[in-house]
């Protein structure tokens, strides 16, 4: 395990076991996003949720892979290689 400490420059080093729980929190975060914008619709592309959930792509990844985890969501392939999502 890395102790906190802050580096020579300034910059605040994590331990790993800080940055395990801030990651796993920002992910059910950006999940919480994406249920939110995506309940009351019949799906979204990965583009159109991008843009409406305003998350940047590893965030929206991050979410996704949370709600895909745990059933809420299916992901497929529309004919025009994109993928779309929506709730179960």
């Known amino acids: 395990m890395v102790e906190n400490r802050y580096t020579p420059s300034g910059l605040y080093l994590l331990s790993n ?7 796993k929190e920002k992910a059910g975060l950006n999940a919480g996003c994406i ?4 309940n009351g619709t019949s799906g979204m592309t990965m583009k159109e949720l991008k843009k409406a959930t305003k998350l940047i792509e590893k965030e929206l990844y991050l979410g996704l892979g949370w709600l895909l985890r745990e059933d ?16 179960i």
């Open 17 to 23: 076991q800080n940055l395990e729980g801030k990651m």
């Open 35 to 38: 249920w939110e914008t995506l």
């Open 72 to 87: 809420k969501v299916e992901v497929s392939e529309t004919e025009s290689n994109e993928l779309f999502v929506h709730l």
